[in-house]
DNA sequence: ATTTATTTTCTCGACTGTCGAGAAAAAAGT
DNA sequence: ACTTTTTTCTCGACAGTCGAGAAAATAAAT
């Protein structure tokens, strides 16, 4: 259903839109403003200035003003209006950041993960006690962070804030919505982490200047296979998902997945499916959860050196790769992909494959094969998802609270 | 990019709003019109004010007054405040229509192709003259027709206008746009047919009354696959698209495809690929392009009579099926799934291997397999599709013209 | 030191829109 | 004829955007 709109709406969508600019273009004044947003400037002085009432943004010092006339007044977003928290969860190490409402880094450390403890509650509080940490160093209030935004790989429920399916602890779900909800007031944002870069990446390209950009995917190569999808929607706002990509049905060939299934794309190109192929182990059988890197280098350098099956199990893993990617492009559209992940260094092993199978569709042959891309910093780009992400649902939380608050 | 608002964004909203109420419930009075749309009397009498005067809504008689009180006035959109045409070419026919602004049909012929003919040209020129023949016998100016909406089964480019791959003109393009343009200044909307079969089945659905309703899937079978996605954005609108589902890559099955691919799901689930596999015929050859219904009834009659190749034919096309579909909800999400076409009628036989197929993924054993429903009658819902959108999109340009035409 | 030019911000009135309340209209019941 | 009931219509208050021009604040010129 449509909704109705009305002239407080639209103060709010133009107040979103000036701290969207704000955010994009780093602080401005009121000139630039308005013509970034297009708003007329005396619309621009009617936002900012109640804005600044609210103590949202705030006067910067402008820099030795090299031209004549009126300096300028520069306005930025006010650090203390909030803060947020980031938590990526990876398979080896959990890293909290924490962070101001202007986007600058106040803390961050990273604690190891316990590989053997496989059980949700000893992380759990681990988490709880990390958080807590975090706020009581910086001497922030909880009640300040507006925002704990978290990331792990695999099935992750964003409205429940809850995750599904996950690489370390399989079905076991977490509920973090429910671990923090008695302390903090934050609003728990839960993201797969591949949403999180291909949103950064959608950014990156839209700051670069692509024409016609209308979506972007992310695909992460490691132990396992994600894949994240952010497409501009009508309205221009970018709507990310997450899908199932690891587990999506490759083939009817027996490879047993971690996951209980069989013939998962992440059971021919997750680095234990690479690992398995390469030693021809059963593929009925799973190897160790997680292969050390080095271990996958010493099968990627035996493969550069010609060793056929070692060779063999990275070219499969990029035909089981190129394969889902045409049939991503078949059920979405053509697309920019960006390859991240520490797969990335096998991609000279992986390219054969992946084009091959990527060309086996009549999508590929008709519209071409998507643009690819390898971008190797992902935990770069996680970051930067994870702070766009919740910077922009400040600014939205913001906004809203200051229409039905006052 | 956001875009700024104004106060006359929110008219056109709110008018948007009131004339999609009117198309959701019928003619509806002022107060039934505030409630179905949130807005305040007031505002609601500004539109319909507004919007009789330009000649979009009128006053209809209402019924015979049960209730005592000042008598309702009932508005309904103007019938003669436009027209608009659709044309729904399948593998046999090609169906044109004319309907009113009020969504009344006012005329309707048919016209049979000719299968021999694969050359665009005879088919464009038929194109234009029974689209002359419709508004001439009806005696209306083409001016007045504002949409022309044409469906097809294969890939279509709807920002174009542009047929870019169908099961009938193979690679060769058909651009409506260039063939109406010089005399037509209506809209051209040229849509995958499945495509409106998701958009009628989600309008339908919502009407019904289904509750957290986020997503439809229709799945067309028949001599093609088709697969629409109807999908509720967070606006609340509906936004549908027809992804190349039928030549998704299925298996590297070197079963060959009429699209020159192989391994499509079509080259499995598409007549005939079931009448191939049911005959034995080498799966590098392509039977003959349009597998007569009859045929296909005489294979289901053996299959079900205990026929081994032919029920193995049945299974193999469920099993394609399923599997694209389990890799369809891996890649969006798990939504209802609509099934229609001709095949409906051999469901029986496909069931089974659709159900396997979709259970070999993780997706569904984790959430479920999503609920499946049969619809046979296609042609209906397409012409619902055709009907649902080409209002809207009259509505809204109307809407739109009303603001900067005067 | 004063004036002028320049650039930017701020302010005012006109315009468009929504909303709530209550007046006006129009029919049925008494 | 009067009352009741239901619906539509109208009015004034309020919120928002916009264009134009006033005001502010600085550098350059005199």
Redesign the interface.
Not at 1 to 7: A, G, I, R, W, Y
Not at 259 to 264: A, D, E, F
């Given at each position: 259903?449509?909704?109705?709109?009305?002239?407080e709406?639209?103060r709010q969508?133009?107040s979103?839109?000036v701290l969207?600019s704000l955010r994009r273009h780093g602080p401005l004044a009121h000139t630039d403003i308005s013509q970034h947003?297009?708003?007329a400037s005396a619309t621009v002085s009617a936002i900012t200035a109640e804005l600044e009432k609210a103590d949202v943004l705030e006067r910067r010092e402008q820099q030795a003003s090299a031209s004549r006339g009126r300096p300028r007044v520069i306005f930025g977003q006010r650090r203390g209006a909030g803060y947020l928290v980031t938590v990526r969860i990876s398979s080896d190490i959990v890293q909290y950041s924490l962070a101001d409402y202007a986007g600058t880094l106040i803390d961050r450390f990273e604690e190891a993960r316990n590989h053997a403890d496989t059980s949700t509650r000893p992380f759990a509080e681990a988490f709880v006690a990390a958080l807590e940490k975090l706020v009581s160093r910086s001497r922030i209030e909880r009640g300040q962070v507006l925002v704990v935004s978290i990331s792990s790989k695999g099935?992750v429920d964003p409205a429940l804030a809850r995750l599904?399916?996950s690489p370390v602890f399989g079905?076991q779900q977490v509920d973090f919505a429910a671990l923090l909800e008695p302390h903090w007031r934050a609003k728990i944002l839960l993201s797969n982490e591949t949403l999180l870069v291909a949103h950064a990446m959608a950014l990156r390209m839209e700051k670069a200047g692509v024409k016609n950009l209308q979506a972007v995917a992310a695909l992460s190569l490691g132990h396992s296979i994600g894949l994240g999808i952010a497409r501009f929607?009508?309205?221009?706002?970018l709507?990310v998902?997450a899908?199932?990509?690891g587990?999506?049905?490759n083939?009817?060939d027996g490879k047993l997945?971690r996951?209980?299934?069989?013939?998962?794309i992440e059971a021919s190109a997750g680095f234990y499916g690479i690992l398995r192929t390469a030693f021809e182990v059963p593929p009925d059988t799973i190897p160790a959860k997680f292969v050390p890197l080095a271990e996958m280098d010493k099968i990627a350098l035996r493969a550069r050196q010609g060793h056929r099956m070692s060779e063999y199990a990275f070219r499969q893993a990029g035909l089981a790769l190129g394969?889902g990617l045409?049939?991503?492009v078949?059920?979405?559209?053509n697309m920019p992909i960006a390859i991240t992940g520490p797969g990335t260094r096998y991609f000279d092993l992986i390219q054969r494959g992946l084009e091959e199978g990527l060309a086996?569709?009549?999508?590929v042959?008709?519209l071409g094969a998507p643009p690819i891309s390898v971008v190797p910093e992902e935990a770069t780009l996680v970051l930067e998802g994870h702070f766009a992400r919740a910077l922009a649902e400040m600014d939205h939380d913001i906004i809203a609270a200051r229409t039905d608050g006052d």
């Open positions: 259903m449509l909704t109705k709109s009305s002239t709406l639209v969508q133009n979103a839109l969207a947003t297009g708003l099935l599904v399916w079905a929607d009508r309205s221009g706002e709507s998902t899908p199932n990509f587990h999506m049905l083939s009817s997945c996951c209980g299934s069989q013939g998962c394969q045409s049939r991503m078949s059920l979405y559209e086996q569709s009549q999508q042959r008709l």
